[in-house]
Antibody, heavy 119, light 107 residues
Framework: QVQLVESGGGVVQPGGSLRLSCAVS????????MHWVRQAPGKGLEWVAF????????YYADSVKGRFTISRDNSKNTLYVQMNNLRAEDTAVYYC????????????WGQGTLVTVSS | EIVLTQSPATLSLSPGERATLSCRAS??????LAWYQQKPSQAPRLLIY???NRATGIPARFSGSGSGTDFTLSISSLEPEDFAVYYC?????????FGGGTKVEIK
């Protein structure tokens, strides 16, 4: 069965960096685009970034552009997001999600990892 | 950026009743809209994609309709497990955006 497992969350000071990982199994990772979506405590969902299966064109939300970098290692079946210059407003649960084949909707999600930016 | 406005913010209904949730886009998005269900402390689950297509394993009591700027998610007869928060999401233009959510609560 399809599984996505995020890791790497934690507490970081403003201005700090963190790298999140998403290990996947149960499907051919190299054939699917992948997304990061976040949810601040008690708030709604916010799309963060997208990487296609071949890394050809990456997209970012304006709120993270220039600070976050999405990447993938198809040999390790793992998705990443490198988060630099973190701000308090980046505090959220970060989910990785698989792109529904042919559509930029999200058909499978991980359980999420919490990132807290606080001094 | 395309803004999605969901209404109502909260819907109070009893099991067995019909639920009708609305999502309005700030500009036309054709049929490029999905609906998700999220329960407390869980990840969202895809219910409907491209306005009216049920995702794999989604019960037939969930249906979606609409195109352009106005969309509806209907739940024909609420089951106890359907009480949750529902989000719409558009894929017409980058950045992808979500609505603010509708909470369906037990009356």
């Amino acid at each position: 069965q399809v599984q996505l497992v995020e890791s790497g969350g934690g507490v970081v000071q403003p201005g700090g960096s963190l790298r999140l990982s998403c290990a996947v199994s149960g499907f051919t990772f190299s054939r699917y685009g992948m997304h990061w979506v976040r949810q601040a405590p008690g708030k709604g969902l916010e799309w963060v970034a997208f990487i296609p299966y071949d890394e050809s064109n990456k997209y970012y939300a304006d709120s993270v552009k220039g600070r976050f970098t999405i990447s993938r290692d198809n040999s390790k079946n793992t998705l990443y997001v490198q988060m630099n210059n973190l701000r308090a407003e980046d505090t959220a649960v970060y989910y990785c999600a698989r792109k529904l084949d042919g559509y930029n909707h999200f058909d499978y999600w991980g359980q999420g990892t919490l990132v807290t930016v606080s001094s | 950026e395309i803004v999605l406005t969901q209404s109502p913010a909260t819907l109070s209904l009893s099991p067995g009743e019909r639920a009708t949730l609305s999502c309005r886009a700030s500009q036309s998005i054709s049929s490029f809209l999905a609906w998700y269900q999220q329960k407390p402390s869980q990840a969202p689950r895809l219910l409907i994609y491209d306005a009216s297509n049920r995702a794999t394993g989604i019960p037939a009591r969930f249906s979606g309709s609409g195109s352009g700027t106005d969309f509806t998610l209907s739940i024909s007869s609420l089951e106890p497990e359907d009480f949750a928060v529902y989000y719409c999401q558009q894929r017409s233009k980058w950045p992808l955006t979500f609505g603010g959510g509708t909470k369906v609560e037990i009356k």
